[in-house]
């Protein structure tokens, strides 16, 4: 049962537009979501996170939108670079926990 | 502030074996959590532990075992080894305090059954 989902495996965006990277999950006690940038052989890094009282989240070129009642949320990454090619991992989680649920992944390519 | 370390970061094993993995947190944080990650399932969740207690338990057989010392360290155990427990494993540490649960990853230790 996979309770928190990204559908898209893979995204190409031309330098300088927009990403806009997409996840889902079904378990509605979640309220706290976060997202990870993960380069090959690395562990991921932190890049964003927004609580479930929010539905906005910024930080410089990152934007994390949350739709509770659709139990979505979206990344926006803008102007992409080519540096920000990546897999890019969602993961949600409840306050008082330590335990994530991570999304499958979507590799995001940015091309010059 | 150092971050999250994991040692070793390559390990090669045999079928049978068994393997220790250590990770060393970020100073002052008490939470650390085991993930396992493959190709086909992606970042799976395996323990956490706070305060030397596990604290949360995924889905995986009791081959897989944790500890976490007085000083936050943590050692994860697997026993038995199986081709199907080559993957990266990652270690990270959260402080657990307030509403910042961010947790901080380890570079990993890709361990190889063969």
């Known amino acids: 049962d996979q309770q928190v989902k990204q559908n898209s495996p893979s995204l190409s965006v031309q330098e300088g537009r927009i990403s806009i990277l997409n996840c889902d999950y079904t378990n509605s006690m979640f309220d706290y979501f976060l997202w990870y940038k993960k380069y090959p052989a690395e562990g991921p890094t932190f890049l964003i996170s927004?609580?479930?009282?929010?539905d906005k989240n910024e930080d410089g070129r990152f934007t994390v939108f949350l739709n509770k009642s659709a139990k979505h949320l979206s990344l926006h990454i803008v102007p992409s670079q080519p540096g920000d090619s990546a897999v890019y991992f969602c993961a949600a989680s409840r306050l008082q926990g330590g335990k994530l649920i991570f999304g499958q992944g979507t590799e995001l390519s940015v091309k010059p | 502030k150092a971050g999250v370390t994991q040692t070793p970061r390559y390990l090669i094993k045999t079928r049978g074996q068994q393997v220790t993995l250590s990770c060393s947190p970020i100073s002052g944080h008490r939470s650390v959590s085991w993930y396992q990650q493959t190709p086909g399932q992606g970042l799976q969740f395996l323990f956490e532990?706070?305060?030397?207690?596990?604290?949360n338990k995924g889905n995986f057989p009791g081959r897989f075992s944790g500890r976490q010392f007085s000083n936050s360290r943590s050692e994860m155990n697997v026993s038995t080894l199986e081709l199907g427990d080559s993957a990266l494993y990652l270690c990270?540490?959260?402080?657990?305090?307030?509403?910042?649960?961010?947790?901080?990853f380890g570079q990993g230790t890709r361990l190889t059954v063969v």
């Open positions: 927004i609580s479930s009282i929010k």
């Open positions: 990270a540490s959260s402080s657990q305090t307030g509403i910042n649960t961010e947790a901080f």
């Open positions: 532990y706070f305060s030397e207690t596990q604290r």
